[in-house]
């Protein structure tokens, strides 16, 4: 079944310095991903989404990349602010068709040093 | 302003003692789900609904019940809570226009069973 996995459970970056987080998932027939942000004692936020025919989406600020070969994405944030610190999580849907069927993956904590 | 709410916020319940944690977006959004997050395990999917009256199981439905009789309001029944149902819960909701994938995510319910 699918699977979404982060490489690093915790990111120790500075304050404008830019961020990756990374992301691996399992199923090679998986065609949209997702990230969501949770800011501490908030639910998650949309942040950016990818389907599997773009090899890279740039939102404000951050980037999405997906490499289909290795089944691994990332989600790039530029010049870093503290009010990025927060858990990311990517997600890609499971299933057939648009059911609104979810997984997550267990997410990596960004802390940003000022 | 466009919000998905739950209540209670925080509830303390003994084993056995059925309980209902609310969820209503006023979006008129068409998907809804419910998720709960523990810690190291990331989010994960109790029940999805499509639509009014459309539910459907998501990776951890055991335990749980749901209904969708207006398109609005979503509520999470706990018919009989165990200690392993100790979580924080989270209801969410979007628009099929955009994909049913771009979640808006209430504040979260952390529900405690001693």
């Known amino acids: 079944g699918e699977n979404v996995g982060l490489h690093l459970p915790t990111l120790s970056v500075q304050e404008g310095d830019n961020s990756i987080i990374n992301c691996a998932y399992s199923n090679s027939a998986s065609d949209y991903f997702i990230w969501y942000k949770q800011e501490s004692g908030k639910g998650p936020q949309f942040i950016i989404d990818i389907r599997s025919n773009m090899d890279k989406r740039q939102g404000q600020r951050v980037t999405v990349l997906l490499n289909k070969t290795v089944k691994h994405l990332s989600l790039q944030i530029a010049a870093t602010q503290p009010g990025d610190s927060a858990v990311y999580f990517c997600a890609t849907p499971t299933g057939q068709g648009n059911t609104g069927k979810l997984i997550f993956g267990q997410g990596t904590t960004l802390q940003v040093k000022p | ?114």
């Open chain 2, 1 to 114: 302003e466009a919000q998905v709410t739950q209540n209670p916020r925080y509830l303390i319940t003994v084993t056995g003692k059925k309980l209902t944690v609310t969820c209503s977006q006023n979006m008129n959004h068409e998907y809804m789900s419910w998720y709960r997050q523990d810690p190291g395990l990331g989010l994960r999917q109790i029940y999805y609904s499509m639509n009014v009256e459309v539910t459907d199981k998501g990776d951890v439905p055991e335990g749980y019940k749901v209904s969708r009789k207006e398109k609005r309001n979503f509520p999470l029944i706990l018919e009989s809570p165990s200690p392993n149902q100790t979580s924080l819960y989270f209801c969410a909701s979007s628009w099929a226009g955009t994909g049913p994938y771009e979640q808006y995510f209430g504040p979260g319910t952390r529900l405690t069973v001693t």
